[in-house]
C-alpha cells in the first residue's frame, strides 16, 4: 500500500483496508494483490488536491478599488478568504510566493491602489 503512494506521488494521505477472514489463507503473494487493488481501487474514487506553500496576505484598499482588486486576484487565481469593511476594505487572500511577488513588483502599475499590506501567516494552499 505505501509503495502504491509513493509510486504516486501522493501525501498527507490515509488508507485503511479492513480484510475478513473467509476460511481460504491467500499467502503473501494473495494479501499483496488484494491489499494493492484494495487501494488502487480506493484511489480511483478519490478527488486529489494540489497543495503547495503559500501564504495569507491582508491588502487594504479604498472602497472604489475593492472590485477591481477582486477581479485582478480572481485572474491570478488567489481565493479571497475575508473581507472587512473599515475605514478601508481588508481583503484577505491566499496566494503563493510568486503570485505575492509579481502583485508587489506590478503594484504600482495597476489600476487600482493599494493602501496597504502585510502577511498574516504561512500556510498551505490549494493550487
Given at each position: 500500500?505505501l509503495?502504491?503512494?509513493t509510486?504516486?506521488?501522493?501525501?498527507?494521505?490515509?488508507?485503511i483496508?479492513t480484510?475478513?477472514f473467509?476460511?481460504?489463507?491467500?499467502g503473501?503473494?494473495?494479501?499483496?494483490?488484494?491489499y494493492?487493488s484494495?487501494t488502487?481501487?480506493a484511489?480511483?474514487?478519490?478527488?486529489?488536491?494540489?497543495?503547495?506553500?503559500?501564504k495569507?496576505?491582508?491588502?487594504?484598499?479604498?472602497?472604489?478599488?475593492?472590485?477591481?482588486?477582486?477581479y485582478?486576484?480572481?485572474?491570478k487565481?488567489c481565493?479571497?478568504?475575508?473581507?472587512?469593511?473599515?475605514?478601508?476594505?481588508?481583503l484577505?487572500?491566499?496566494?503563493?510566493?510568486?503570485k505575492?511577488?509579481?502583485?508587489?513588483?506590478?503594484?504600482e502599475n495597476?489600476?487600482?491602489?493599494?493602501?496597504?499590506?502585510?502577511?498574516?501567516r504561512?500556510k498551505?494552499?490549494c493550487?
Open positions: 500500500m509503495n502504491i503512494l509510486t504516486q506521488n501522493l501525501a498527507n494521505i490515509l488508507i483496508v480484510r475478513y473467509g476460511g481460504i489463507l491467500l503473501t503473494g494473495g494479501l499483496v494483490k488484494a494493492s484494495a488502487l481501487e484511489l480511483s474514487c478519490t478527488n486529489r488536491v494540489e497543495k503547495a506553500l503559500g495569507e496576505v491582508k491588502i487594504r484598499v479604498n472602497y472604489a478599488d475593492l472590485e477591481k482588486l477582486k485582478y486576484l480572481k485572474q487565481n481565493k479571497i478568504v475575508n473581507v472587512q469593511y473599515d475605514e478601508n476594505v481588508s484577505v487572500a491566499e496566494m503563493t510566493e510568486d505575492l511577488n509579481e502583485i508587489l513588483e506590478q503594484k495597476l489600476n487600482f491602489g493599494i493602501v496597504g499590506w502585510e502577511i498574516v504561512e498551505f494552499i493550487v
